[in-house]
């Protein structure tokens, strides 16, 4: 039996594994992304990591372009993260009270983005952007927060909105138990439209509290903003007292050392981080100007806890995690690799005759199947899903894990060899020829 009528490979330990897991579970998953509910399958349940590969249950390899949706840029079990790991809970693993790993990790941070002059650990990116929201607006005596449709804040309530493609609707929740009350002071626009931008500044500039924004977007696919675009976020909020919020839980210390805002030269007031920060383990953050986070309790007045936060292991397997980042850099031959994936994949498209887009920033990069370019939510949903989806599992056949969903940022790992580059190149050429063939 195969997980989905695109797959022609037999699983039967992880489909038995997730029949078991929908008794217990809603769902059969901890995160929606994890269900393969998009690619017309159910998932592969994984027993172990190592570097670039993932292991199932059923005992298949699979090279690993997912890497826990971001955080294993290093690979999975990294030995240097490892032993961090180990060495700090053999001392024991939460206190309730503060270590010098938690001091550590933030003077690297600080050390690392541009616009962070201090920082507080959380638990999660969705924790992160949520305290985010908070100080911009306890900081402003604000509370309107922009946000743009397309762009993923976690399971926040007041950032769990999509876009009406209509200009300047007021939020509208794209989930059931989020009250309208808890998003009515969200207001969502189209990324990339920096009219909308202006126009929304020109009519309610005094009543904005922050603007927030993936800086470059994985999570309705890969999307690049406009330098007009990013200028103008700059220039409205500096102009009208807003503060500009990054959401860099994934691009952070993925697109470079210091993250999309070093690589695109551009200092936000604010910037939350997650993923990759934590090396595996459950960290969020966030940080900017030292005169914000003065606002933060007991520095100041907004209110944010955490049982967990900055966490000895977590924070442990963090500093080594940026440490073996910043001493061994991967960033240019993830670079160079992500490249030759992106020229490979184009080539093979054309020649076949099958519509396609391929944006790609860095490790970051998606495989649109659709002709039209995409550069905001309204052309992502352009894309061909069901071509999507027999892409994938043709991949998935031949080893390579990608990301299951249309709209998510595949990640080239820094545990890559280029005949691992290789590979998935020969794979999506074979993939996509059957595909022409049909
Ligand atoms: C993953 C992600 C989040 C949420 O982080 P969690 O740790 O899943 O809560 C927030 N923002 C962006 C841009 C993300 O990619």
Redesign the pocket.
Known sequence: MSLSPWSSRSRPNSLAAFARAQHAIPGGVNSPARAFGAVGGTPIFIAKGAGQYLYDIDGLRYLDFIGS??PMILGHAHPAVVKAAVETLQNGTSFGAPTELESRLAEMVIDAVPSIEMVRFVS???EA?MSAIRLARGHTGRNIIVKFAGC???HVDALLVSAGSSALTLGVPNSPGVPAGATRDTVVLRYNDTQQLADLFAARGDEIAGVML?AVV??MGLVVPTPEFRQELRRLTHHHGALLIY?E??TGFRLSYGGAQELLGDLPDMT?L??IIGGGYPV?AYGGRADVMKSVMPAGPVFQAGTLSGNPVAMAAGIATLNELKTNPPYARLEAQSARIEAGLRSAAQSLGIPHQINRVGSMWTFFFTGTPVTNLDTAKTVDTQRFAQFFWLMMDRGIYLPCSQFEAAFTGGAMTDANIDETIAAAIESLTIMAKN
């Open positions: 949706w971001g999660s990116g969705t952007a993923y804040h976690g993936e994985g999570n959401d839980v994934m939350a997650g993923k969020g």
